[in-house]
């Protein structure tokens, strides 16, 4: 099958601890993102991924990082940085060939506490 | 600008049609779509429509677009209680654009009652 996966599907954190989302894709998709939903609120973007080795900020980049050093890989770190981590966090892939239809599809996404 | 408006909630008897409304600003988008979320899930893929078309039928799901006045409908016709989800309708940017980038809206949770 396949798809795209993220874990852990809950993740909790301590205070001013680092913690990283997992999110893999086996699509051959070139591109990723990094969502974050926040209750009542639509889809803000984190960072994203064009190419393997490459990314850019998105509107909410602060108190975040990623890393793109595989095709289907695309982890997200949660840094003591962010004072308010606590959110639902998804990952989506697209083709990346930057044609007009760009369709993302969705992980199942990780639902980050705070403890 | 990139802002996409939906009304909040939407609540509907089971049987009766659905229609779930979507304004936005960019004129030059080319693709919008809709997603659907069920509780604690990620979002899946209904259906998207491209700009030069003013309708789309897909089983029970009908879009609408007035690109006019900038204006997406879904209607589901005989919603059923599985249909309670939120609804999301995201606007893509303009034709070429290597960005790939969606916008969102705040989605819209419509609860269907038996």
């Known amino acids: 099958d396949g798809g795209i996966t993220q874990s852990p599907k809950y993740l909790f954190r301590k205070e001013g601890q680092n913690v990283t989302l997992s999110c893999e894709q086996n699509l051959n998709h070139d591109a990723m993102y990094w969502y974050r939903q926040d209750p009542g609120q639509g889809l803000r973007l984190i960072y994203y991924s064009h190419i393997v080795n490459d990314f850019q900020k998105g509107d909410i980049a602060e108190g975040y990082s990623v890393s793109r050093e595989k095709k289907e890989s695309f982890p997200l770190t949660v840094t003591s940085a962010q004072k308010n981590p606590t959110a639902f966090y998804l990952c989506?892939?697209?083709?990346?060939?930057?044609?007009?239809?760009?369709?993302?599809?969705f992980g199942p996404g990780t639902r980050l506490l705070v403890l | 600008g990139e802002d996409v408006e939906q009304s909040l909630f939407l609540s509907v008897r089971e049987g009766d049609s659905s229609v779930i409304n979507c304004t936005y600003t960019?004129?030059?988008?080319?693709?919008l779509y809709w997603y659907k979320q069920e509780p604690g899930a990620g979002l899946q893929l209904l259906t998207y429509?491209?700009?030069?078309?003013d309708m789309k039928q897909d089983q029970r799901l009908t879009v609408l677009l007035n690109k006019k006045d900038k204006h997406l409908s879904l209607r589901i016709a005989d919603t059923q209680t599985g249909d309670s989800a939120i609804y999301f309708c995201?606007?893509?940017?303009?034709?070429?654009?290597?960005?790939?980038?969606?916008?969102f809206g705040r989605g819209t949770q419509l609860t269907v009652w038996p």
């Open positions: 995201a606007d893509k940017g303009p034709r070429g654009s290597t960005l790939g980038r969606l916008y």
């Open positions: 429509i491209f700009s030069n078309m």
């Open positions: 960019d004129s030059s988008s080319t693709y």
């Open positions: 989506a892939s697209s083709i990346g060939s930057g044609g007009a239809r760009e369709t993302q599809y």
